[in-house]
């Protein structure tokens, strides 16, 4: 459960950066890159959000193993000459990373630790239902209520239904399983719908019902995490930036003037019905269509090299997070360095055997006994004497001695019975014994 708590804070630590990064250098990205790259570079923290970061860190993981395969491993005398070097305090490489090793140095110092875990775990499924359940109960009602008084539009599109509904504030598409194109019920020009069902069908032709929806899902995982909302929120943006850069692609500028008008006219109708709907969410505020509007007038195509330029970008972001990953799971694995009294930081064999160990201070403790092997009973050494026997093999002398401290003589008369002579595996390798001698008291 450990494990699982710490790659889920892992995952939203890694995410969450990614995202850092990406805010931070949109100032520069929104001079060079459209806003079709903003959209769907948006899923790459999402990726790390949902498993990319353990993803990354096994494939970095690999690629390093492959490179060190040829390193010489050093012997256990070299290591021992070493070791009188070496600070032991100073043990693991936390100090790579020293925020996320303190961290995790801190709450392993945590009493009661597992009942923290347990409880943060209950607290973690809570909150993804709770958040599940609200996120649906709005859904389901919302639909309900934009489709209570629908009717189905006179337009021809073969590929999708288009519903009018007096409730609807502004265009939108609704429906994961079975999607449709709700229209406000407003007077609209052939041009003016024309445009509106070409930004509804690059929703759908996207599918980004379905980008939306992975979105809930890391969301709902990482409920506790701020910058998750923020990252949900500002890809909506981008969802609806990118639809209008496709439609007005090919547009000349009065066109695309005009698009803008359309655009305004379907904020006004969703302003001036605001209190009759009374869901605000789904009106665009007056910043983001600010946005939208400066965004179409500078929509051009773009070039070859700026199109290789942002999947290096792309690529880029992914390194990054596969090297947050790897620096955040590299905290969280590294041994702690406050041990239990009596704890081990190192323990060394040497080539005879012997063990020797050193405590967080770099005091030598000593090696607990080894458990003393179990005591056969008579029932087993004489099933054992009579295995090797029928296969021929010399019998251990310890099974004779064994036996004789035992008392059990006799037991032994019975199993060499016809023999005057048998071969016993001793220390000294294998040697042959009178039966009568052996049998003697």
Known sequence: MMELLLSLFIASFVGSVIWIV????????????SQT????TSL???????????????????????????????????IV?????????????TGNSPFMGRLIDFLLQIGNIY?????????????IIV???????????????????????????????????????????????????????????????AMILSHELIHLKRRDLLVKFIFLLANSIHWFNPLVYSLSKQTNIYCELSCDEKVVQEMDVESRRFYGETLLSMLEYGVMRKNVIGVNSLCHSKEDMKRRLGNLMSVKKTKKSMVMLSLVASIALVGSGGLAANYASAAASTTPKYLQEGGRNITLEMSDGTTISWDK????????????????TTDEIVERVRMHMEKGLSVPEGYVTDLKSKGETDVLAALFDGLTKIDLFTQDGVATFNVADLLKP
Request: charged residues 15%; without cysteine; hydrophobic residues 45%.
């Open 37 to 40: 790259w903003h959209y769907y």
């Open 361 to 376: 201070e770099g005091n030598i403790i000593p090696t607990p006994p080894r458990q003393a092997p179990r005591e056969m």
């Open 115 to 127: 009942a923290l875990v347990v409880i943060s775990l209950v607290i973690w499924i809570a909150g």
């Open 22 to 33: 990406q805010s931070s250098i949109r100032p520069i990205t929104q001079k060079f890159f």
């Open 81 to 93: 000459n070493q070791i009188a070097h070496v600070p032991l305090v100073e043990h693991t490489t």
């Open 131 to 193: 958040f599940l359940a609200v996120n649906a109960k709005n859904y389901w009602a919302f639909k309900r209520f934009i489709l209570e008084k629908s009717q189905v539009a006179n337009i021809d599109i073969n590929s999708v239904k288009v519903l009018i509904s007096p409730n609807a504030m502004t265009p939108m598409v609704i429906g994961f399983l079975n999607p449709v194109i709700v229209m406000p019920d407003t007077p609209l020009g052939k041009k003016e719908m």
């Open 44 to 78: 790459i923290p999402v990726f790390f959000l949902l498993g990319g970061t353990e993803i990354m860190v096994r494939v970095i993981s690999f690629f390093r193993s492959a490179l060190s395969s040829n390193s010489v491993t050093m012997n256990s005398e070299s």
